[in-house]
């Protein structure tokens, strides 16, 4: 099963040496069915995310969700409730080695889309850097056609 969908994400940062970031962001993408329980989500970056160039794909397989960016920047991050995880996170500038460290997921994802919400931490070095909370709503597009 493949659909064109309709992806609403919402972000938010807070580091502890500024303010809080925040990010919306709606966009155009491809919900694929894996098999039972399993999703894969993709979509084009823009210019607003400051990925422009970057095709982000979002794998959703039970209790695991892997998030993989590749283009103007690369990355690899899996979220686990309870978990930590090592990424490796390549920009323009170089590369970086974060921890990952899921406090919190929920997914109601299915054939006709749905929410996936994480909160997590990333850590640099062992110092969480920054906490985080990712929200993506998933809906089927019927204007669009395959």
């Known amino acids: 099963m493949t659909d064109?969908?309709?992806?609403?994400?919402?972000?938010?940062?807070?580091?502890?040496?500024?303010?809080?970031?925040?990010?919306e962001l709606v966009t155009a993408g491809v919900l694929r069915r894996e098999g039972e329980g399993r999703y894969t989500i993709s979509y084009q970056e823009s210019e607003l995310t400051g990925l422009e160039g970057t095709t982000t794909v979002v794998q959703v397989d039970g209790g695991r969700v892997t998030l993989l960016?590749?283009?103007?920047?690369?990355?690899?991050m899996v979220f686990e409730e309870g978990e930590r995880h090592l990424s490796m996170y390549e920009t323009p500038y170089g590369s970086l080695s974060i921890g990952i460290v899921t406090r919190r997921m929920r997914s109601t994802l299915g054939e006709a889309g749905g929410d996936l919400e994480i909160d997590y931490a990333i850590e640099i070095d062992h110092l969480v850097a920054g906490q985080n909370m990712f929200r993506m709503n998933v809906k089927k597009d019927p204007a669009i056609t395959q």
């Open 4 to 23: 064109n969908v309709i992806i609403s994400i919402k972000g938010k940062q807070l580091y502890a040496e500024s303010g809080p970031d925040e990010m």
């Open 69 to 76: 960016r590749e283009g103007s920047i690369n990355s690899q």
